[in-house]
């Protein structure tokens, strides 16, 4: 069923239609999830509520063309996974992560297109909750700092650091890979 018409039957609250969309993008939505929690339980409990809201807010949804209800559900998705690491408080708690060059420059930044991505998207699951979940809002859904800082309660300085931070743990990680792996 193309976009529009399943969109349109999900607002109706069609149960094949949800189910359909469920198919078709829960995959999508649970890596969105495992990409800010780094862990797939809690990813697939989150990827659950997404798709709960996601359901109840259909009222919400205005058709934009082709791609909008995908950017919509990722949206939503995204809001459900912030809402619940500030409420459990993850964001605040920083950990430091250990033997971080405290300056590296963008040109230091190795070659990745060697690494495969199942292993680049582990190296960011791998960071700490407050350096993941802001390296992937400006990374993936390219927020600035303000907006970053905005929706996670922290001040711009502390976004900017924390994705200073998130990038030298993963420059560490990818050069440890390459060294290992090539």
Known sequence: MEEFKLSEKCKQANN???KELYELYAGRMFGVCLRYVGDREAAQ????????KIYASFDKFTWRGEG?????????????????????DVLTHTTGLEGIE?????????????????VLMDFIRELPDGYRTVFNLYTFEEKP??????????????????????????????????????
């Open 102 to 118: 405290e300056s590296y420059g963008e040109a230091e930044l190795p070659d990745v297109e060697t690494i495969p991505q199942n």
């Open 16 to 18: 094949l239609a949800r």
């Open 45 to 52: 409990d989150l990827l659950h509520d997404s798709f709960l």
């Open 145 to 182: 700092h303000k907006e970053i800082a905005r929706m996670l309660g922290i001040n711009e300085k502390s976004s900017a650091s924390q994705l200073f931070r998130a990038k030298g743990a993963l420059v560490k990680k990818i050069k440890e890979y390459l060294r290992t792996h090539t």
């Open 68 to 88: 909008s209800l995908r950017a919509w559900m990722e949206r939503v998705t995204v809001n459900t996974v912030l809402q619940h690491l500030r409420r459990n």
